[in-house]
């Protein structure tokens, strides 16, 4: 049998539904390698949807089902033994009192177990760890998918934890850590603006732009009056730090009764007697020559590998499964089992400071182990600042790849703007991936060149129509580790170091970094973090 | 294109969610390939979408924005799955979802659903009479490939291939036939 008809006919199993493991594995392996044969399935999908319309038309209603009865009991004079097709009498009326007792019943019940039922404000869409509900003095556990009412409180309770809140306006709350929040409408004869009360921990918050003016929270030091923004609020025992993303916030001091009002890229630290520190917005301060963010896994122990470049607010990751996670003595991380690692919050400063110097530069030392898993993948991800919305919002990407040739090579896909994918710059490395500590360099130039480096070599160039201009990147990009959005392209192995940067790095400077060795050679004190050479 | 702005006022209309539910069919089709599930997740992605309807940017194209809603209901398919589903990397699921807006345009033309399916009745009479019968049987009677090749006196794998080759010279009509009704 030839390939093409191979592939048609997974993909005709696969719409069907009726494909093996086996089957979906080799179609999934195949999509990989061949892009072009995801049209074709489309394709299929589509003619499978307008067969179904065509026929459908046609179809007969539903018709009295073909019993097989045995002859012993009812078998008919005239008719042969064995099988006899009969049409059961339709007692339709029964299945409709059936149906309406129990409707009826469940209606009933409901409104016994609970007479007044509380409105539902907003719904809890992710639960990570154990979160509990505290409504009317009862406290219990919720899982995913829970409805919140007026004034209840949630709770985390360990510093893993983490939950997402979605009110039915569309903004949402993401709790992390050990928070407690209470919910609430502002007025009574107001429920489309809310009053959040966080007592203690951390909180992201999304506002709606429908909900601009509407949302306030409120913390033991301080009050904060949200006019459209996205923000984030840390509450400890002595003080409130407000940080804000996008948008303007106001806030109030508890104390004080004094007011400061917060741009994008400002914060503000509220004590119990007034505001400790203050900067209303953001520095417009270069990118620095430095990284702007940088990661050298020297943690001992939790799922939090922080960013120490020490440029804007620190871009920390999340390891979203320590299972088949060793730390390496000095430093780095070895993944013996898939994973995701993903900042904890959209890239924004990598986004807003590579804009100014329409220049980035990633550099990687890994160990890198693609033979280790047993699924057999042709592409693994190494590193991707992407947005999780959509695959088409790669903005670079390092990856391992086996296609077109059967052993692994570093490749790396690089977007400036968001041209169309076929325009995008491909790198493919001349040197095959081997399970050794190895420096990997993606730069792309304002003039639109981008290149790869291994092991101080540039292996691949190339110039892109588009000149850089990132003007569109998404500002919900995420910083991804090791994997992607999908999470199902980890890359097994040791995870050194990495460093991004708002500048192409020179060959010099790559050849240098190299030449030097990963930052665990100098006991974690890492060279590059007080900037070029 | 299936965008508000260009369908006046109402981004939720029915004409308009008719038009991107074709799309979304097949693309969630191709994702899934359950069949079953494919209606009822498309009535979630708009439901969604509905409820979200507060995040949308009306500047924005609203066919990205459902396929942003799709692709995240179709990983909370899949890790609802206990049978594994068809593992697709980033870049085959962003090939599917560039199929998917390149078909999305079409759709915004009301006439486009009746010209195909007009064009696949037409195409379905080219097909020899025992192809015809399979169709039949699959999509009328809904049958599976061994009842099929049970009544046909047929090996499984037969039915497969002969439904399989039949969809793609369908694919193949439908396509000439369109061209031709456009130009």
């Given amino acids: 049998m030839s390939g093409t008809h191979d592939n048609e006919l997974l993909i005709s199993r696969h719409l069907a539904g009726s494909a093996s493991p086996r089957e979906l594995e080799a179609l999934g392996a195949r999509l990989e390698a061949e892009p072009d044969l995801a049209r074709t399935l489309y394709a299929r999908a589509a003619m499978e949807r307008d067969l179904r319309v065509l026929f459908k038309a046609a179809r007969p209603a539903t018709r009295g089902s073909r019993l097989r009865i045995k002859p012993s009991r009812r078998s008919i004079a005239g008719t042969s033994p064995g099988s006899v097709a009969i049409r059961p009498r339709r007692r339709w009326w029964v299945t409709a009192a059936a149906a309406a007792a129990v409707i009826a019943f469940g209606i009933l019940f409901r409104a016994k177990q609970s007479p007044q039922q509380p409105d539902t404000l907003a719904v809890l869409e992710q639960a990570r760890g154990k979160v509990y509900l505290d409504r009317e003095g009862a406290e219990r556990e919720v899982r995913s998918g829970h409805r919140i009412a007026a004034h209840d409180t949630l709770r985390t309770d360990s510093p893993d934890s983490e939950a997402q809140v979605v009110y039915l306006s569309g903004s949402r709350l993401t709790l992390r850590g050990k928070t407690t929040l209470a919910l609430a409408p502002r007025a009574a004869t107001d429920d489309t603006a809310y009053d959040v009360h966080l007592a203690t921990g951390s909180l992201d918050a999304e506002i709606a732009h429908a909900q601009a003016g509407r949302f306030a929270f409120s913390t033991p030091h301080a009050r904060v009056l949200v006019t459209g923004t996205s923000l984030m609020l840390d509450v400890e025992p002595l003080r409130t730090r407000v940080d804000v993303d996008t948008g303007h916030v106001r806030v109030t001091c508890n104390a004080s009764g004094r007011t400061v009002v917060l741009a994008g890229g400002g914060y503000a630290v509220v004590d119990k007697a007034s505001f400790a520190d203050v900067r209303p917005a953001a520095r417009t301060a270069p990118a620095p020559d430095g990284p702007v963010a940088l990661y050298t896994f020297q943690e001992k122990r939790g799922p939090v590998v922080h960013d120490v470049s020490g440029f804007g607010k620190p871009l920390d990751l999340r390891v979203e499964t320590l299972d088949g996670i060793v730390r390496l003595p000095g430093g780095g991380l070895r993944l013996a089992k898939d994973t995701v690692i993903r900042s904890i919050r959209p890239a924004t400063k990598i986004v807003d400071a590579c804009r100014a110097g329409r220049e980035v530069s990633v550099e990687l030392w890994v160990r890198p182990q693609p033979y280790a898993s047993k699924a057999r993948r042709t592409h693994r991800r190494i590193m991707a600042l992407s947005s999780p919305r959509s695959s088409r919002s790669d903005l670079f990407v390092m990856v391992l790849r086996t296609d077109p040739s059967p052993t692994y090579a570093y490749y790396a896909r690089a977007r400036a703007e968001l041209e169309p994918r076929d325009e995008e710059v491909r790198l493919l490395s001349r040197s095959e991936v081997r399970p050794e500590r190895t420096h990997i360099v993606l730069t792309r130039s304002a003039a639109g060149r981008s290149a790869l480096y291994v092991n101080g070599n540039c292996e691949a160039l190339q110039d892109s129509a588009v000149r850089s201009g990132f003007s569109e990147w998404p500002a919900d990009s995420y910083l991804y580790v090791a994997n992607g959005p999908l999470g199902n392209s980890c890359s097994l192995g040791d995870y050194l170091s990495l460093a991004v940067y708002c500048r192409a790095l020179s060959d010099e400077e790559i050849a240098a970094r190299y030449r030097a060795g990963p930052p665990q050679d100098k006991g974690g004190k890492l060279r590059q973090a007080v900037g070029p050479e | ?183």
Avoid at chain 2, 63 to 72: D, H, K, Q, V, Y
Avoid at chain 2, 127 to 141: E, N, Q, S
Avoid at chain 2, 147 to 164: E, H, N, P
Wanted: proline residues 4%.
């Fill in chain 2, 1 to 183: 294109m299936s965008q508000p702005r260009d369908n006046a006022q109402d981004p939720w209309s029915r004409p308009l969610i008719e038009q991107n539910r074709q799309w979304l069919l097949a693309y969630l089709l191709s994702v899934t390939g359950d069949p079953n599930a494919v209606d009822d997740l498309v009535q979630q992605v708009f439901l969604v979408a509905i409820k979200r309807r507060a995040d949308y940017d009306g500047s924005r194209p609203l066919g990205a924005w459902l396929r942003g809603i799709a692709r995240n209901l179709v990983h909370e398919y899949r890790r609802g799955k206990a049978k594994s589903p068809l593992a697709l990397s980033e870049e085959a699921l962003a090939e599917l979802e560039a199929a998917a807006q390149a078909d999305e345009p079409y759709w915004a033309d009301q006439d486009y659903a009746q010209r195909r399916l007009s064009a696949l009745r037409h195409c379905v009479q080219t097909l020899t009479a025992r192809i015809r019968t399979m169709l039949r049987l699959r999509y009328w009677k809904r049958l599976s490939s061994h009842a099929i090749g049970k009544r046909l006196g047929l090996q499984v794998g037969a039915v497969d291939m002969a439904l399989c080759r039949a969809r793609k010279k369908l694919c193949d009509c439908v396509a000439l036939k369109m061209q031709d009704t456009s130009t």
